[in-house]
């Protein structure tokens, strides 16, 4: 690192007095890609905006010189070159370009970042607090009552962990029933739900899920990992019937639970079947786990594979997989991976293990909003066990595991629709004969409405006027499958979103 530091220190002590760019570079260079991210971050927190160049050297990061940026780094171990102003604006002219399927995206606002997590000692570790604290990206902590009072409306970005959205404690009453955690994490949440009007815990956490949902829809960003991103979805299906045991609730669950369950509800998923076993911990067939090992999936073998996205026509899914690196090591979780059979049909698939038929990392967009899942419980922990200590972190400065969370935490700095006074949505997804997209663009920005089929083919393409109107689109023709429509402008993407045809 001695090393590293003194070639660093040497380069900026070089061109310093000319430089006018920072160039922090995300390919297999990088010293520390973790704190790279954190440096990106403070650099937009002092109203710096900062060039997100996707495709180009593992999403590396461009922006004006300061002595302060540059001093961070070399504190931090995070490479970076400083570059005259002539060859920063010869690099950006060449990502623009996209000959490589490579764009710019620019960055302007440091994101407000919330936490949703108990507060009190846990037995498991939190992967997302842990290399947000890393990189230097500061958060805050809340949970259901300040959830319930409406303080999500003071973020831009929010996470869950290991959490249970169908109150029933995570299902660990059989392992784990005796244990003073359990007894106190089950006392404090039921005298929670007494103290916020809610007859049992299971109803506080499903309106808890309710307000998350909203907070999505309303433009905020949603990341869950481990069991939130099975329980959420399984609470929300589960609204108005009970799939609780006896011991969770005082009473059994619903004997015609199973065709109340309302698959319209959901984020990510669909016809799943879900396991009302109080003493399993197995919420449903969402989660891979139970099956992992009839499909040949161990720990020599558990990688997955990101998906290779146009940046020109899905932006926001190139952003989500940037890395200096195509597959990532698996890693257990208390829900781990998602069976492809039961992931809605306009959700993307940002990462798979094709041969095992399972997803490990996925994305949507809801309203104006959007959210990411992405299965297990740390990166660098295959298989993490309840009070186990978390992974020192120092040493995996380079996880491309970890770079996946921090692309989701960065995704929220882009400029807001609102602030360009663009926006745009559409429904029904899925379409059976037609799809309205709604618009707004106002007189300086003139779009045309482009659909692509799964292989990015053109398949739809109309000139869009000025102001606020719709369009509806006829797509009976269209074959049933996932397409993309998007609106773009003078060669960029303004917007862009998947919707499914069925018949």
Avoid at 367 to 392: C, L, N, S, V
Avoid at 400 to 419: A, C, D, H, W
Avoid at 443 to 460: F, H, M, N, Q, T
Wanted: glycine fraction near 8%; include cysteine.
């Amino acid at each position: 690192m001695r090393n590293i530091l003194l070639i660093l220190t040497f380069l900026s002590c070089s061109v310093g007095a000319r430089a006018a760019y920072l160039l922090i570079p995300m390919d297999e260079s990088q010293t520390n890609h973790l704190r790279a991210y954190g440096i990106a971050w403070n650099a937009l927190d002092h109203e710096t905006d900062v060039q997100w160049l996707l495709n180009y050297r593992g999403g590396s990061y461009l922006f004006e010189y300061s002595k302060e940026d540059e001093q961070a780094c070399l504190e931090k171990g995070v490479l970076f070159q400083t570059l005259p102003d002539a060859q920063a604006k010869s690099v950006l002219r060449d990502v623009r370009k996209g000959q490589n399927n490579t764009a710019a995206v620019e960055m302007q606002r440091a994101p407000k970042i919330g936490v949703y997590s108990p507060g009190r000692s846990e037995q498991w570790d939190d992967a997302v607090v842990n290399v947000l604290t890393y990189a230097g990206i500061p958060f805050e902590v809340i949970y259901d009552k300040e959830v319930l009072q409406g303080d999500l409306s003071k973020y831009d970005w929010l996470h869950l962990h290991h959490e249970d959205f169908t109150g029933q404690h995570g299902r660990f009453y059989s392992g784990f029933g005796s244990t003073q955690w359990y007894k106190e994490e089950v006392a404090t949440d039921e005298k929670t739900a007494a103290e916020t009007g809610f007859s049992s815990v299971a109803a506080m956490k499903l309106a808890v899920a309710l307000k998350m949902k909203m907070f999505v829809s309303n433009g905020g960003f949603l990341f869950a990992m481990c069991s939130a991103t099975e329980t959420f979805d399984v609470a929300l299906a589960a609204n108005g019937t009970d799939i609780s045991g006896y011991i969770f609730d005082g009473d059994g669950p619903d004997t015609d639970y199973a065709s109340r369950l309302n698959f319209d509800n959901c984020l990510a998923f669909r016809n799943f079947t879900v396991n009302t076993n109080s003493y399993a911990y197995k919420m449903s067939n969402i989660d891979t786990y139970n099956t992992r090992m009839s499909r040949g999936v161990t720990e020599s073998n558990d990688w997955f594979t990101l998906s290779a996205f146009d940046v020109k026509t899905q932006p926001v899914q190139s952003m989500l997989v940037q890395n200096h690196v195509t597959s990532v090591k698996g890693f257990w979780g208390a829900t781990t991976a998602f069976d492809l059979a039961v992931i809605r049909p306009d959700v993307d698939i940002l990462a798979q293990n094709s041969a095992a038929h399972e997803a490990r990392y996925i994305h949507g967009n809801l309203g104006k909003g959007r959210w990411t899942f992405y299965g297990g419980h740390d990166p660098e922990d295959y298989q993490h066990r309840i009070g186990e200590a978390a992974p020192d972190i120092t040493q995996f400065p380079n996880s491309p595991g970890y770079r996946l969370i921090l692309n989701n935490v960065m995704f929220q700095s882009i400029k807001s629709e609102e602030e360009t006074h663009v926006q745009f949505s559409a429904y029904p997804s899925p379409a059976t004969t037609q799809l309205t997209v709604n618009y707004t663009l106002n007189e300086e920005v003139s779009g045309v409405l482009k659909i692509y089929d799964a292989s990015g083919r053109l398949s739809y393409s109309e000139v869009l006027g000025s102001g606020t109107s719709s369009t509806t689109v006829d797509v009976s023709g269209f074959s049933t499958g996932s397409y993309l429509w998007s609106v773009e402008s003078e060669g960029r993407v303004l917007y862009t979103e998947r919707f499914a045809v069925a018949k």
